[in-house]
């Protein structure tokens, strides 16, 4: 089933501009990883304290870290906070991204100087039976073991079950419910008296409870996996529920996202986590057979760690970072009218060449040079000057602005590769002469998170 991810962009999307070092030679890149503390190995699966973020928004400029060490903050993504918040609040409304968390080595929530952990991307909402239909979100699938029961199916007589999702089985009409008073399967609820499976005495409406992740509708709202209110089976509550980690989160057997040198000092009077800097990555399945790695390098992460219902979770949290630019050029195939974004173009398509640089204020490069136009980021990475992005289409058609020319921050410049008339190398993906991207400046994001607790669940062989 296709999945939309309008926040996408508003989860990770931002820039602007600031100076950089002078010598690439002397000064090292910004974000060196802290070597790995001495404590218990990650081994996914054997954490003690597993959580789900739980929310997660744009925070404001005051909420970034000093990434580049000038004294200010930095988080250019809080231009288009406003834009995103909506996205964001109905991705996690209806499940569409859920990152879980593993602590290991941090058996209580108390000062530690080792901390290690990882984070994956999970699902809840279910398909099994490849009906096309999600469980657990609002009029969602009722029985995720037979793909012909599914909202908007025909109603099939005399088979005692709720086929269209509706709550009832065998109804007369959707105003008269069955008058059927058989219990054939003796849960002391007949289809006349609201039991909308009389085939499942684990099925049978009235005060029974729904059963987070059997793929049924236990009390006969007409959604498995979820009740009316939407409060029962929440993997967002203080009650932990199942989630699945799927396979993407790992490479040859490891965690792709993993802090390995965390500490939790005392700060307020409460145990704070700091970890990083290291690389922050989620790879998210858009549609059938395409998935979108969106990767944060350099990413800070701070929290207070607190005690919910006698778990670790995470509150007050902030993961801080920068998009580069050849991360941004690979995100493609994104619809967000709002700011101009085709799915033909990338985000660094809409960031240095359309509409998103000037909702964010990108400052240009200055007037009366070659490149005028061209728009640069706001962290320099690799502290040799800040590197700029162009469209060398001077047509003023900014519907139609794609990024052509990306200019290093030592004045290298480098064109994308065309033949016939088709990009088959984008400038973006150059390398230096180690071998190295040329270009890993970026874009400042920040975002406020919190967490709640979970148990995580193997994905399927």
Not at 229 to 257: K, M, Q, R
Not at 344 to 357: K, Y
Not at 402 to 409: R, Y
Request: glycine share 12%; hydrophobic share 35%.
């Amino acid at each position: 089933m296709s999945r939309s991810l309008p926040w996408t962009l508003a989860a990770f999307a931002l820039a602007a501009a600031a100076c950089g070092g002078d010598d690439g030679d002397t000064l090292p890149p910004l974000f060196e990883p802290k070597p790995e503390c001495m404590g218990d190995a990650i081994v996914p699966f054997a954490g003690v304290q597993q959580q789900v973020i739980s929310f997660l928004e744009i925070g404001s400029t005051e909420d970034g870290f000093d990434l580049d060490g000038d004294g200010d903050t930095d988080n250019k993504l809080a231009g288009v906070g406003g834009l995103a918040s909506g996205p964001i609040a109905d991705s996690f409304k209806d499940y569409s991204l859920l990152i879980p968390i593993e602590m290991f080595d941090f058996p209580t929530a108390g000062v530690d100087a080792c901390v290690k952990f990882a984070l994956y991307l999970g699902s809840y909402k279910t398909d099994g039976d490849a009906d096309g239909e999600d469980t657990a979100v609002e009029s969602g699938d009722c029985n995720d073991h037979d793909n012909a029961i599914k909202p908007g199916a025909a109603e099939r007589a005399g088979n005692f079950k709720d086929d269209d999702c509706d709550g009832k089985a065998d109804e007369i009409s959707d105003a008269m419910p069955s008058t059927d008073t058989m219990d054939r399967d003796a849960d002391g609820v007949t289809m006349a008296a609201g039991d909308c499976d009389d085939t499942n005495n684990m099925i049978r409406g009235g005060a029974f409870a729904e059963i987070c992740g059997d793929g049924l509708d236990n009390d006969c709202d007409g959604v498995a996996d979820r009740n009316a209110a939407g409060d029962e089976c929440n993997p967002y509550d203080a009650t932990p529920d199942h989630i699945s980690v799927d396979p993407l989160s790992f490479e040859a057997g490891e965690p792709v996202v993993k802090f390995t040198s965390g500490e939790v000092t005392m700060v307020g009077g409460k145990p704070h986590l700091t970890a990083g800097p290291s690389l922050f990555a989620v790879t998210i399945p858009v549609s059938d057979g395409i998935a979108l790695t969106l990767k944060i390098t350099g990413t800070t992460i701070e929290a207070d760690v607190e005690n919910v219902g006698g778990r670790v979770t995470l509150q007050n949290g902030r993961l801080g970072g920068v998009i580069d630019a050849r991360t941004a050029d690979t995100i493609r195939g994104l619809d967000v009218s709002q700011i101009g974004l085709r799915p033909e173009d990338s985000l660094l398509d809409a960031l240095f060449g359309g509409s998103v640089g000037i909702i964010l204020a990108l400052p240009s490069l200055p007037p009366g040079g070659p490149h005028e136009n061209c728009r640069t980021p706001d962290i320099d990475v690799d502290r040799d000057g800040l590197e700029a992005f162009c469209d060398t289409n001077l047509d003023g058609d900014t519907a139609t602005k794609l990024v052509d020319l990306c200019i290093d921050g030592d004045g290298t410049e480098i064109k994308d590769e065309i033949t016939n008339g088709v990009v088959t190398k984008h400038c973006s993906e150059a390398l230096d002469g180690s071998g190295k991207p040329r270009f890993p400046d970026g874009v400042s994001v920040e975002l406020n998170f919190r967490t709640a607790p979970a148990d995580l669940v193997r994905p399927a062989p």
